[in-house]
């Protein structure tokens, strides 16, 4: 029941009603033997005598208004929530995988100038083997890219995105194989 039927309800209501009645016991015998009655008037409803449920019902329906709208806000703020956190979590990857990648380089750099010096005589294999560790450290560590995949992808599914076509779980998009995960060949 909405709040303008309930109030409706608090209101006296005026109605016309009627009938028709016969006494015949067979269709073919209502216009030989049989006798036709009708009524009709008007039926006057005043609700007089409740004891207060219909302002009750009236309060009732307010209340399940406001719920509503509460319930509808939460949802509203939930959503604008997931995406603040989604769009905070993809900027901090973006940040953390640009340092990365400017480390990762720095590092290479280090490895080819302690090569150089290694070819040169002035610096032992041992320093060489460390730069280059360093070196694949910091380019392991780049795969947080996955991480900011992940992250655009929950700031699409906090915007309400999804996909366009069914995913075909047969076919594998990635291969792990000696050489590290890469993308597979299409066919």
């Given at each position: 029941m909405k709040i303008g039927q309930a109030e409706a309800a608090l209101y006296p209501s005026v109605s016309l009603t009627g009938s028709i009645a016969t006494t015949s016991g067979k269709i073919g015998d209502l216009a030989k033997r049989s006798t036709i009655g009708w009524?009709?008037?008007?039926s006057v409803n005043v609700p007089?005598?409740?004891?207060g449920s219909l302002r009750a019902a009236v309060d009732v329906e307010k209340a399940q208004r406001d719920q509503y709208f509460v319930a509808f806000k939460s949802s509203v703020l939930s959503a604008l929530e997931d995406i603040e956190n989604a769009l905070v979590s993809l900027a901090k990857e973006r940040q953390r995988i640009a340092q990365l990648s400017a480390a990762?380089?720095?590092?290479?750099e280090a490895a080819r100038l302690?090569?150089?010096?290694?070819r040169a005589?002035?610096?032992?294999?041992?320093d060489v083997l460390d730069a280059e560790r360093s070196a694949f450290e910091a380019e392991d560590s780049l795969q947080s890219r996955v991480s900011a995949a992940t992250d655009y992808i929950a700031l699409d599914k906090a915007l309400g995105g999804g996909w366009d076509r069914p995913v075909d779980a047969s076919q594998l998009e990635v291969v792990d194989g000696a050489t590290g995960p890469r993308l597979a060949?299409?066919?």
């Open positions: 009524s009709y008037g008007p007089l005598f409740e004891g990762a380089s720095n590092y290479r302690a090569r150089e010096l290694y005589g002035s610096a032992d294999f041992l060949a299409r066919r």
